[in-house]
């Protein structure tokens, strides 16, 4: 039997892995990190914050500008990180970019008490994006409501919006539980009391309700709400993996805020290598024909020992 976590005994983690994985990935130097490119999965660094973030904005352009009215296309973005979004408004506004034809879908969304959170409710991922991105674009250049789609509880009307385009790219952060989205591993319960689900079987969820890890929950509180616990929810409504392998391309942003130097060089590594696992979400990109991890140079830190 796999060991129990150390973080919770009740879920599955990356601490359940064999420990020669995690030995090998804190042994990874940064340049052992950009070796670990293949094809199906490409290594980037960035050097400075302002290229960083530049970089992916520009994703949003580079999807959008694809759009036509006979072939409508669209991005797939997250909140977290969020200091691309304020960019993106300007290169839409600067370079007058129509985006009748452009869709957005949103990650996702806390729920609380069975329904998705309103707009008002102060971490809601909506409200972030229509206030650092949507309603800082120019209204003759702006697309229309119905193509931005963020997920609710009843998931259906999400879900069926994936037919109205094709994903060009879908962004998006790597939490300290390495998910993307809030694809976090399991419970250690019922038929995963001894496994987790194999990724074939973790690969046919999609968009859906979850009950988040409680390492996500505090490092939510962490980033976003100074470590008030209390005020996270403790279930959202995310992306699954079903949606994410309609997306031509996935592209994981890491500035060294939401996971720490191990956590991404664990995933980097996991992926570069094939070895999928549902205790390690992200892992399961391995099997994504077209993925790309973003490194800002300064974020990637070390693994050594640093008593502080």
Request: net charge negative; proline share 8%; glycine share 6%.
């Amino acid at each position: 039997m796999r060991p129990y976590s150390k973080i919770s005994p009740d879920w599955w983690d990356y601490t359940t892995l064999d420990r020669e994985i995690l030995d090998d990935a804190a042994r990874l130097t940064p340049d052992d990190l950009l070796a670990l490119s293949r094809p199906g999965f490409t290594v980037r660094f960035y050097d400075t914050v302002e290229d960083f973030y530049l970089a992916e904005a520009l994703e949003y352009i580079t999807s959008w500008r694809q759009a036509t009215a006979d072939r409508p296309a669209g991005i797939c973005g997250p909140i977290g990180p969020t200091e691309q979004l304020p960019l993106v408004a300007r290169l839409v506004n600067e370079l007058e970019l129509d985006l009748r034809h452009a869709h957005f879908w949103g990650m996702d969304e806390w729920v609380l008490d069975g329904r998705e959170v309103p707009e008002s409710f102060p971490l809601s991922f909506a409200r972030t994006d229509m206030e650092l991105c949507f309603n800082r674009i120019r209204p003759e250049l702006r697309m229309p409501r119905e193509n931005i789609h963020f997920p609710k509880a009843d998931v259906r009307e999400y879900v069926e919006s994936w037919k109205a385009a094709r994903c060009v790219i879908m962004q998006g952060g790597q939490g300290e539980v390495k998910h993307w989205a809030f694809n976090d591993p399991p419970r250690r319960e019922g038929p995963y009391r001894d496994q987790p689900p194999s990724p074939e079987e973790y690969r046919r969820l999609g968009t859906r309700v979850v009950d988040l890890h409680p390492m996500t929950i505090i490092q939510n509180a962490r980033t976003s709400g100074g470590g008030v616990v209390t005020n996270v929810p403790t279930q959202a409504v995310t992306v699954g993996p079903v949606e994410t392998w309609q997306a031509e391309k996935v592209s994981i942003w890491h500035a060294g805020c939401h996971d720490n130097p191990f956590g991404m060089r664990l995933t980097t590594l996991m992926i570069s290598k094939r070895l999928p696992d549902s205790s390690v979400p992200m892992s399961l990109l391995a099997d994504h024909p077209n993925v790309q991890f973003n490194f800002l140079r300064s974020g990637i830190g070390t693994c050594e020992v640093e008593m502080h």
